[in-house]
């Protein structure tokens, strides 16, 4: 059994109407009928109610979603204002492990004067952030590699903004996720048998990549930054729901 809103989602996608119209109840032709129980046997095996809605809205942008790519989360959302309200007037910002091209894209529409480069190991996701850039007509560069490997040597020293949402579950738990999460890409959930593993390979290189001033925001999984805070000159910042969900660095006016 459905929870109603869900069942009102569906419906709205299967008749293509505002889902203010349905609550009432509504008449559906056999088409609509099919396809509405086609979506509810699909939820019901575990598929995520975005995928099946296929679109999610996402800071003021519009966002495909597929098995291609994470499902951002309200969370991330929350990053982008944390960010935007920390980094000034940023000439060069880098979004690592960018997925969809959810904080890339975000940020771009609020920083439109920006260089603005996203990249991913994964190339079908890259495919993704360059379908949601052309649905939003933002210019982003997209870059294919790991984390700061995929970046051209042009932009080292002269980061002003820097975002992450990466990999943070440990391998072992994989099994334990929900069964909608784990529809969603291993290679954006996964790790390595501590969970830190690319968080910490992103913080072991992240200053030789920041300008002077510059500011960098990473979301963590619950119960990692205290962990990282310890080893990593970084602050650990709260989530909308008081979890500890970013580690936020400041590099200095000399770059240290």
């Known amino acids: 059994m459905l929870p ?4 009102l989602r569906l419906l709205a996608v299967a008749t293509g109407r505002p889902i203010a119209e349905l609550k009432g109840g509504a008449d559906l032709t056999l088409e609509q009928r099919d396809r509405f129980e086609s979506l509810v046997s699909r939820r019901l095996g575990g598929e995520p109610l975005q995928y099946l809605e296929e679109w999610i809205p996402f800071a003021g942008i519009e966002l495909a979603v597929d098995r291609r790519a994470l499902i951002p989360r309200p969370e991330t959302e929350y990053l982008v204002e944390l960010a935007v309200a920390s980094a000034g007037e940023p000439l060069l910002i880098v979004d690592l492990c960018c997925g969809s091209g959810a904080l890339a ?5 609020r920083f439109p004067d920006a260089r603005v480069l996203g990249s991913d190991i994964s190339s079908a996701a890259l495919e993704l952030a360059e379908a949601n850039a052309r649905r939003n007509q ?3 560069e997209w870059k294919a590699g790991h984390l700061f490997g995929a970046l051209p040597g042009e932009v080292r020293g002269k980061v002003d903004l820097l975002v992450a949402n990466p990999p943070y579950v440990a391998n072992s738990d994989w099994a334990n996720l929900p069964v909608d999460v784990r529809w969603e890409p291993r290679v954006a959930l996964l790790a390595g048998d501590r969970g830190t593993e690319v968080i910490e390979s992103i913080l072991n290189d992240l200053a030789r990549w920041m300008s002077p001033g510059g500011m960098a925001w990473i979301e963590v999984g619950d119960g990692q930054a205290p962990m990282l805070t310890g080893s990593y000159p970084v602050t650990a910042i709260e989530d909308q729901y008081g979890v500890l969900r970013y580690l936020r660095l400041e590099v200095g006016p000399t770059g240290t």
């Open 105 to 109: 894209l975000a940020l771009k529409r």
């Open 4 to 7: 109603a809103h869900e069942v």
């Open 138 to 140: 933002l210019a982003v």
